[in-house]
């Protein structure tokens, strides 16, 4: 069974190097149910698109239309390390700050140096762990073969 892919179309704008400069909708991502209350999609609307560069592979050209890929499980441990850790850590750091002094300074100082201390080793980790940084996959869209001029014509 394949892991589920969370996807986003875009439209390759160059390709140099085996790098494609890729330009993605301003929208949600389709991926769930939420459709057109996607909060996400909502925020990002009117914006103008995001451009990611990624490795392409041979026969993808400037103009093809793409989708840019995730995979989910992927995307829910970069959630993870990049939100829910830092606040955790923050949440400790307050703590530990209001054990050993127990002023709303100190509380302060320690839920900074609990946030600060957490992107650290997020960073460390990222660099450290190959893989843990998600890569998104660029897929050509596959496009509808044009009609022959006789293909509509029944006699």
Not at 3 to 14: P, T
Not at 43 to 64: F, Q, S
Not at 92 to 102: I, M, R, V, Y
Not at 103 to 121: H, P
Request: hydrophobic share 50%; with cysteine; aromatic share 6%.
């Amino acid at each position: 069974m394949s892991a589920a892919l969370v996807e986003h179309r875009g439209v390759v704008q160059r390709v140099d190097n085996g790098l494609a400069v890729v330009a993605m909708e301003t929208a949600g991502c389709g991926s769930c149910a939420q459709g057109s209350s996607c909060g996400i999609g909502k925020m990002a609307a009117g914006r103008p698109a995001t451009l990611l560069t990624l490795p392409v592979g041979a026969g993808v050209r400037a103009g093809d239309l793409v989708t840019v890929a995730l995979p989910e499980s992927r995307l829910t441990l970069s959630a993870v390390l990049g939100y829910l850790f830092p606040a955790f850590a923050m949440l400790f750091g307050a703590w530990l700050g209001s054990l050993l002094d127990g002023s709303d300074g100190a509380t302060a100082l320690g839920a900074i140096a609990g946030f600060l201390g957490a992107l650290v080793i997020a960073r460390i980790a990222i660099g450290l762990v190959p893989g843990l940084m998600p890569a998104p996959q660029l897929v050509p869209v596959s496009t509808p073969s044009q009609p022959f001029s006789n293909e509509y014509d029944h006699d």
